[in-house]
C-alpha cells in the first residue's frame, strides 16, 4: 500500500487500551498523530519515519532516542500496518476511543510535549487544529476529564495550580494514572512536608557540587587542591592578550632572571621609561679600554664578569669628528662567546679615540 493511502482504508485492528500505554507507545502514538495532520502528503509513516519523528530534538518533552527496534514493538501494538513492499503505519486511535477531532489533537499534543496548560496547548497545536480561543480548548480538556466510565473513564488529569503560576497544567492518563508533581501534590494535601524535605535534598546536592574541589591537580595544573600550581610551560606569550600582565599584577622580584629565556625580551617589547634604575637592581655598567683612530678601523670592546650576561650597550668618542661605524653587537668574535662581550668598531676621519659599553647583568 502506498503512502498516499488514507488511514481509513488500512485493514482495522483495535487499538489496545485495554491496559495503559508505555512511554514508547505513546511517543509513537503521539508522532503518528501529529505527522498525520501537519504532513499529510507522507502519511501513513514508514518504520524509519516514524523512528525519526519520535526522536526529534524539539517539539518533545522528554526528547527519547527509540532504536528501530522499540519503535516497531511500539507499532505492532498502537498502529495499523499496510503497504505491498514497506509497510506504512497509520493510527486508529480517534475512532477508537470514538472522540472528536479537537479531543484527539490535545492527547496527541499531550503524550509528546507533556504537561501543558490550556493556552501552551492552543498555541503548540496551531498546525494541527485552530482552536477559537482558549475557553475552548479548556472545554474539550474537561469533557476528556470527565468521561463516563462506561465510554472508558477519564482521559486526561488537571493538575494543582503550581506556586507562582497563573495556570494550571493537564496530563493525559492513557500512560495510566500520572504521577503528580511533588510541589502540586503538597499544595493540594494542604502540607508543605513534602515540598520541604524536596527542598532541603536539592539544596544538599547543590552544596555538594560546589564545594572546593581536593586531590591531585590536572591539566595545566599539577599539586594537590587547594593549592595547586601551573606545570612548567602551560602557559605561553601566545595565551596572554597584549598589556594584560602590568608591573602592578607583579610583586617585587615575581620575576627573576632565571624565568627569562635569553633574548625573550627585546628594546622593543619594552615600552618607554618602563623600566628604571630601581627595576635593574642587579644591572652593572661596564666600561672598556679605549682604541685611537686617525682615519683608520679600530674595534673597542667590553667583557662583563663571570656570572653576568651582556643586555645592551653602546659607544662614545672623544671628540664629536666624523665617524664611521660598522659594528656595534654583543659578541665576541674571539671565542665564539655570545652575550658576554659587547664590540664596536669604527672608524674617525680625524685623531680620536673609540670606547664601548655595556650594561652587564647579574645571572
Given at each position: 500500500m502506498s503512502a498516499e493511502t488514507a488511514p481509513g482504508a488500512l485493514e482495522a485492528h483495535p487499538v489496545p487500551l485495554q491496559r495503559p500505554l508505555s512511554a514508547a507507545e505513546a511517543r509513537v502514538l503521539g508522532t503518528l498523530m501529529e505527522k498525520a495532520r501537519t504532513?499529510?502528503?507522507?502519511?501513513?509513516?514508514?518504520?524509519?519515519?516514524?523512528?525519526?519523528?519520535?526522536?526529534?530534538k524539539t517539539s518533545r518533552e522528554p526528547v527519547m532516542q527509540l532504536s528501530e527496534a522499540e519503535a516497531q514493538q511500539a507499532l505492532d501494538l498502537v498502529a495499523e500496518a499496510g503497504g505491498?513492499?514497506?509497510?506504512?503505519?497509520?493510527?486508529?486511535?480517534q475512532r477508537?476511543?470514538?472522540?472528536?477531532?479537537?479531543?484527539?489533537?490535545?492527547?496527541?499534543?499531550?503524550?509528546?510535549?507533556?504537561p501543558q496548560t490550556a493556552a501552551e496547548l492552543r498555541q503548540n497545536g496551531e498546525r494541527w487544529y485552530r482552536f477559537a480561543d482558549v475557553s475552548s480548548v479548556e472545554a474539550f480538556l474537561e469533557e476528556l476529564q470527565d468521561r463516563a466510565a462506561e465510554r472508558g473513564g477519564s482521559l486526561v488529569l488537571k493538575l494543582p495550580r503550581a506556586p507562582g503560576a497563573r495556570e494550571a497544567r493537564w496530563m493525559h492518563r492513557l500512560c495510566g494514572e500520572p504521577e503528580v508533581p511533588v510541589a502540586g501534590a503538597a499544595l493540594a494535601a494542604g502540607s508543605g512536608a513534602a515540598s520541604g524535605a524536596a527542598?532541603?535534598?536539592?539544596?544538599?546536592?547543590?552544596?555538594?557540587?560546589t564545594s572546593a574541589p581536593s586531590g591531585p591537580a590536572g591539566g595545566d595544573l599539577q599539586g594537590?587542591?587547594?593549592?595547586?600550581?601551573?606545570?612548567?610551560?602551560?602557559?605561553t606569550s601566545a595565551e596572554i592578550a597584549p598589556d594584560a600582565v602590568g608591573q602592578d599584577d607583579?610583586?617585587?622580584?615575581?620575576?627573576?632572571?632565571?624565568?627569562?629565556?635569553?633574548d625573550a625580551v627585546g628594546s622593543l617589547a619594552l615600552a618607554a621609561d618602563s623600566v628604571g634604575s630601581s627595576e635593574l637592581?642587579?644591572?652593572?655598567?661596564?666600561?672598556?679600554?679605549?682604541?685611537?683612530?686617525?682615519?683608520?678601523?679600530?674595534?673597542?670592546?667590553?667583557?662583563?664578569?663571570?656570572?653576568?650576561?651582556?643586555?645592551?650597550?653602546?659607544?662614545?668618542?672623544?671628540?664629536?669628528?666624523?665617524?664611521d661605524m660598522v659594528a656595534s653587537a654583543p659578541d665576541d668574535p674571539t671565542t665564539g662567546n655570545p652575550n658576554t662581550t659587547w664590540v664596536v668598531r669604527g672608524r674617525s676621519a680625524t685623531a680620536n679615540t673609540l670606547f664601548a659599553w655595556a650594561n652587564c647583568l647579574q645571572v
Open positions: 504532513v499529510p502528503d507522507s502519511y501513513p509513516l514508514t518504520l524509519n519515519m516514524v523512528v525519526a519523528g519520535c526522536n526529534q505491498a513492499r514497506v509497510p506504512h503505519y497509520a493510527h486508529n486511535l477508537a476511543l470514538r472522540i472528536p477531532e479537537q479531543s484527539a489533537v490535545l492527547l496527541g499534543l499531550l503524550m509528546l510535549r507533556g527542598l532541603t535534598e536539592r539544596v544538599a546536592a547543590l552544596e555538594a557540587r594537590q587542591y587547594p593549592n595547586p600550581q601551573l606545570r612548567a610551560n602551560s602557559v607583579l610583586g617585587p622580584q615575581a620575576v627573576g632572571a632565571n624565568e627569562v629565556a635569553l637592581k642587579g644591572v652593572i655598567a661596564r666600561v672598556g679600554a679605549g682604541a685611537a683612530s686617525n682615519n683608520t678601523f679600530v674595534e673597542a670592546s667590553v667583557t662583563c664578569q663571570p656570572g653576568e650576561m651582556v643586555i645592551g650597550g653602546g659607544y662614545a668618542w672623544t671628540n664629536d669628528a666624523a665617524v
